[in-house]
């Protein structure tokens, strides 16, 4: 039965992405603005709102049991991060395997990814030396995690400065079919691009809590943590079926938009959402925790370097889904 649930939640979740990235191109189009502002911002933000909510409910009004809610939220914290940069950008890569080749070239806008990937390791590079300043020490603990929210606020004003230039030199975002509701005898307008918007996220939510429902009772039967589950299982059930997005449109040749839709929430989860961790949490260098900072940071680092050497093959982003492989044997040894 729990598998049944698990298919047909992921079914609701694939509807989902295709309603939802189908209107956002017809929005970004609308507003004149590049792929990249388009997958980095409105996307990734979008659609990782229903995966936000876990660690914010689990800290704020979680269970009785404290240090149950503080293993969840720092699991649910870091374990998007470290999904995101390992098996999401692995399984985009894998699902144009066949059609590119094995060293075929993924062609993402290269300042924009640049930028997020820069961003990223920055702020997660705070939330790393967090993991060793004592508790006592209140004034320097929150000092980062207020560095990390401006770092996400500087990141927000950078990419839309950047969308111009863009724009002008053939980056703006276009749709290549209709819109959904309009082939309903709908007009293409924005009252219909935000109704469609909101339906798609509506139903990615609706999938998203179903398949969290039965990837937790698998779980249970695993005998795992709760920091475990909140950094392996949670992440899978949140993040991973709604980065079906990027495989929709890596698919259809839009890599920017793909590529922006994982390193802009990468951006997103990585400097808002450790900023509470820090903040509200014990956020101890643990060994899951520890390894888990560690193998994300490479992930995002390998990405950037493949970026400064010339660009990035389909092969390349199977060494982040090794480098999951690779946590998963450390965490659960």
């Known amino acids: 039965m729990v598998f049944v649930l698990l298919l047909a939640m992921l079914v609701v979740i694939l509807i989902a992405a295709e ?15 590049s792929e990249g502002v388009t997958g980095s911002l409105f996307a990734a933000v979008g659609t990782a709102l229903p995966e936000t909510s876990v660690p914010l409910l689990a800290l704020l009004a979680g269970t009785q049991n404290a240090a149950t809610n503080e293993e969840i939220g720092v699991g649910a914290i870091l374990g998007a991060p470290l999904m995101l940069a390992t098996l999401s950008v692995c ?40 993991l060793f300043i004592p508790h006592g020490m209140v004034a320097v603990r929150y000092g980062l995690g207020f560095c990390m929210v401006m770092i996400y606020f500087i990141y927000v004003m950078v990419t839309l400065r950047a ?41 990615l939510i609706a999938g998203a809590k179903g398949f969290i429902g039965g990837v937790e009772e698998a779980s249970h039967l695993l005998g795992i943590s709760a920091l475990l589950l909140s950094l392996l299982i949670i992440p899978i059930a949140t993040e991973l079926p709604e980065k079906v997005n990027s495989i929709l449109w890596i698919r259809k040749g839009k ?24 903040m509200l949490t014990p956020w101890e260098p643990r060994k899951e925790v520890l390894w888990g900072i560690i193998v994300t940071l490479i992930a995002a680092g ?32």
């Open 302 to 333: 390998w990405m950037r370097y493949l970026m400064a050497k010339g660009g990035i093959r389909v092969w390349h982003l199977l060494v982040n889904g090794t480098l999951y492989i690779g946590y998963l044997v450390i965490a659960l040894s």
């Open 255 to 278: 890599d920017t938009l793909a590529f922006g839709n994982i390193t802009g929430a990468m951006v997103f989860q990585g400097t808002l959402l450790p900023a509470i961790g820090i």
């Open 163 to 203: 969308s111009k230039a863009l724009v002008e030199d053939g980056h703006v975002t276009e749709a290549d079919s209709d819109m959904f509701l309009c082939k309903l005898g709908l007009p293409n307008n924005m009252v219909v691009i935000v109704i469609q918007l909101l339906l798609g996220l509506g139903l």
């Open 19 to 33: 309603v939802f990235t189908n209107a956002l191109e017809h929005l970004g189009e609308k507003l004149g603005i």
């Open 91 to 130: 399984l985009m890569a894998v699902s144009v395997w066949k059609r590119r080749g094995t060293h075929g070239h993924l062609r993402p806008e290269r300042t924009g990814l640049t930028r997020d990937l820069n961003f990223f390791l920055v702020a997660f590079g705070f939330a790393t030396i967090a």
